[in-house]
T-cell receptor
Framework: DGGITQSPKYLFRKEGQNVTLSCEQN?????MYWYRQDPGQGLRLIYY???????QKGDIAEGYSVSREKKESFPLTVTSAQKNPTAFYLC?????????FGQGTRLTVV | DQQVKQNSPSLSVQEGRISILNCDYTNSMFDYFLWYKKYPAEGPTFLIS?????DKNEDGRFTVFLNKSAKHLSLHIVPSQPGDSAVYFCAARSAGTYKYIFGTGTRLKVLA
């Protein structure tokens, strides 16, 4: 099945811990993205990558880090420096046309 | 600075009538526009897109209109169905980049 897989769907972490969200795609897309959704705020871009071994900050990159060692994978690390990490995180991939999204990961920090 | 704006947070429409969702943008470098539909706790699904060289694109019940001079696009759903009830996001991409900027969404409720 072609698509984007995010795991896990729900994630709980204690405050102060780093956590890594997984995103894998088998659509052979060059570009991959991480967005965050908060109530009433739409989708805000955290990081994106247009090619392997390269990525750019989005609008809200502070407290996050990413890597793009393989075309298929774009993991996101939420560090302890992120002040409000509890949110719904969405990964996407795209080529020349539209972006396709995964099912999201709900991160709750307690 | 919000480059893509959806000024109506919600919209209610009777089943069978037309739903019109609006989106405004400020960046004249945007050359590709998209609409997505999203249910709670799920990822957005792509609906329809339009390039800046066109002013209309139609796919079944969904039509997107682009007015470049006004920096405005709209999504028309005809006829509206209860299953269309969801949050709709518009998005825009700048020429030569892969960067998509999303609006804040409009929650559509289609009443049976």
């Amino acid at each position: 099945d072609g698509g984007i897989t995010q795991s896990p769907k729900y994630l709980f972490r204690k405050e102060g811990q780093n956590v890594t969200l997984s995103c894998e795609q088998n659509l052979n897309h060059d570009a991959m993205y991480w967005y965050r959704q908060d109530p009433g705020q739409g989708l805000r871009l955290i990081y994106y990558s247009q090619i392997v071994n390269d990525f750019q900050k989005g609008d809200i990159a502070e407290g996050y880090s990413v890597s793009r060692e393989k075309k298929e994978s774009f993991p996101l690390t939420v560090t302890s420096a992120q002040k409000n990490p509890t949110a719904f995180y969405l990964c996407a991939s795209g080529g020349q046309g539209e972006a396709f999204f995964g099912q999201g990961t709900r991160l709750t920090v307690v | 600075d919000q480059q893509v704006k959806q000024n109506s947070p919600s919209l209610s429409v009777q089943e069978g009538r037309i739903s019109i969702l609006n989106c405004d943008y400020t960046n004249s470098m945007f050359d590709y526009f998209l609409w997505y539909k999203k249910y709670p706790a799920e990822g957005p699904t792509f609906l329809i897109s339009i390039s800046s060289i066109k002013d209309k694109n139609e796919d079944g019940r969904f039509t997107v209109f682009l007015n470049k001079s006004a920096k405005h696009l709209s999504l028309h759903i005809v006829p509206s169905q209860p299953g269309d009830s969801a949050v709709y996001f518009c998005a825009a991409r700048s020429a030569g980049t892969y960067k998509y900027i999303f609006g804040t969404g409009t929650r559509l409720k289609v009443l049976a």
